[in-house]
Structure formats: C-alpha cells, structure tokens
C-alpha cells in the first residue's frame, strides 16, 4: 500500500494532467477562464496550457520528477498571475 508522502502529490499530478488534457479535447468548455488571461486567440492559449498542464501534472505525479514538476507548477502558476495582471491594464 503506498504512503500518504506519495500517494497525494501522485493523485494531484494526474488531477493536473487530466485537467490538462481535457483542454486539448474540449478547448472551449475553458474558454471563459481562459480568456480574462489570454484575450487574444484564447483557442491557441487554451490548447498551449493544457498541454503545459499535462506535462507538469505528469512530472507531478511521479516521484523521479516531482520536484521539477512542482518547480514547473510554481512558475506556471506565477507565469499565469502575470497574464491576468498584464490584460487588466
């Protein structure tokens, strides 16, 4: 039975991964947070974050590259606040 310590960031990775992947099959059901972020070709965005989602989750989800993976996150995330910031001005 696996342990706690690997068992959550595992099942986080793959919740990031699959949220990932379902923006590359269904683009538009992420169109409205995609948009306030990316206003301009939000489709391009969408499709370019879930691909970077599905990486990083990936990488999350196994142990050998958690910790690059959560380093991705953190600058994913960091690169997104910057989106948000930079299209209200």
Do not use: C
Not at 18 to 28: D, S
């Amino acid at each position: 039975m696996p342990n706690q310590t690997t068992s959550v960031p595992r099942a986080a990775g793959v919740v990031v991964a699959a949220t990932g992947l379902a923006h590359l099959v269904v683009p538009r059901a992420f169109h409205a947070i995609t948009a306030p972020a990316f206003p301009k070709d939000t489709t391009t965005w969408t499709k370019r974050n879930g691909v970077t989602e599905a990486v990083v989750g990936t990488a999350i989800a196994i142990p050998a590259t958690q910790k690059a993976g959560l380093i991705a996150l953190g600058a994913y995330v960091a690169f997104l606040g910057s989106r948000i910031v930079l299209a209200r001005r």
